[in-house]
Every structure is written in C-alpha cells, then in structure tokens.
C-alpha cells in the first residue's frame, strides 16, 4: 500500500519561532491533506492540496505541493502555544484510501 | 448537523474477550474508515466501507473486522483480544465523492488488561 513518511517526528520550539513539518512519499500523489490534533483529541482538517506546486496560506500557515507531488510540507511561522499538537499528511492513492503519516508532534515552550 | 459519533468513548476488556465499537457517520456521509492509534504509531488504517461494502483493508489479523449498515453506521469487532491492541480507535466520515475530507469522530480508548 501507498506509504508517506513524516519527518521530524518530534519538534520543542520556543514560542515566537518557526516550525516546519515535512511529508514524503516515493509515489506520485494524487492529492495530500494535512490534520492537527490536539493533546486528547482527535484529528481535525486543515486542508488539502492538489495540484502540482501549490501553496496555500491559513494565516501563520503554510502549506506547499511539490513539483513532482511527491513530497508536502507545512510551516507555521512566529508558534504560539495554541499551535501545539500533532500534525498529520495524508495522502491518498488510487484506491482513494487515506494513508496517514506518522505525524509530527509540536511543542511550544512559553 | 451532527459530527461523527464514537460509542462506547471508554472500554476496559479483559485478554480473550471480543469487543464491539460503533461509529455514526455524519448524515449523508456513506464512507466511513476506521483507525488505530497508539503513542509512536500514527495512525494505522484498519478498513474502509463505502455504501455497506468493504472497499479498502489495511494490514492487520482477522481479529479484526467490520461492517456496515444501509444507514451508513459502521461497527468494528476485535475478537481475542490482545494486551497490545489496547488503543484509540478512531472513525473518520467522508462524502465519497472524490477524496474529501475526513472528518474524525472523539474515539473509542481501549483498554486489554
């Protein structure tokens, strides 16, 4: 089945810095959405990209498609402590099943 | 509208015992998929039912199964359960249509002692 690899697995950053999470895939994806999830809740949509290249921007986040959409990242610019959470890509194949990362799990420090 | 409902929210079985959670989907939602969550794993697809039928399946043991009824609700079973399938269990919704989103039901947390 279609794997996406998440990396970092673990971020501390000091409240007011940059944060940046990468997804890759070593197949060609049709579409990748990205999910945050609180400490003890439960993944909630962000957004999904779907053409080759694309960026887009939620306020402080960005969001970016490779070229080859191979590869997502997400970067979150000055965190607060509300940033804080685990941050998910999904990415789906031709079975449209959606195959998660592994997950980057933020901290902010105050 | 209604989000996606998980119940039971809590669950402590006893190894060997079966157990049975349910998922209701969000009204006119006919996708509904199934996850595992444990601390260090991410999320781990177990299966997917569109429209009562199981259209994708990850890779874990019979143990696990599931189904779906013409309203759209969705149950999973574990049956023998094992101290390592102690978990979140998540359901996530979606249209169908195309790849939408998913949207997340609270989870059912799985206890095996």
């Keep these: 089945g279609q794997q996406v690899m998440q990396i970092p697995q673990y971020q501390h950053v ?52 490779g070229e080859a959409k191979k590869n997502s990242s997400l970067h979150i610019t000055a965190t607060q402590t509300t940033d804080v959470g685990t941050y998910f890509c999904a990415a789906s194949g031709s079975a449209r099943q959606l195959t998660f990362g592994s997950g980057t799990q933020l901290t902010v420090l105050p | 509208k209604a989000g996606v409902t998980q119940t039971p929210r809590y669950l402590i079985k006893t190894r060997g015992q079966q157990v049975t959670l349910s998922c209701s989907p969000i009204s006119g939602h006919r996708s509904v998929s199934w996850y595992q969550q444990t601390p260090g794993q991410g999320l781990q697809f177990l299966f997917e039912y569109f ?9 874990f043991p019979g143990r696990f199964s599931g189904r779906q009824f013409s309203n759209s609700r969705s149950e999973m079973n574990v049956s023998t359960l094992e101290l390592g399938d102690s978990a979140l269990y998540l359901c996530a919704s979606r249209q169908g249509q195309g790849v939408p989103e998913a949207f997340f039901g609270q989870g059912t947390r799985l206890t095996v002692v």
């Design chain 2, 51 to 59: 429209s009562e039928t199981q259209r994708n399946k990850g890779n």
């Design chain 1, 14 to 65: 000091q409240e007011g810095e940059d944060f940046t999470t990468y997804c890759n895939s070593s197949t060609t994806l049709s579409n990748i959405q990205w999910y945050k999830q609180r400490p003890g809740g439960h993944p909630v949509f962000l957004i999904q990209l779907v053409k080759s290249g694309e960026v887009k921007k939620q306020k402080r986040l960005t969001f970016q498609f």
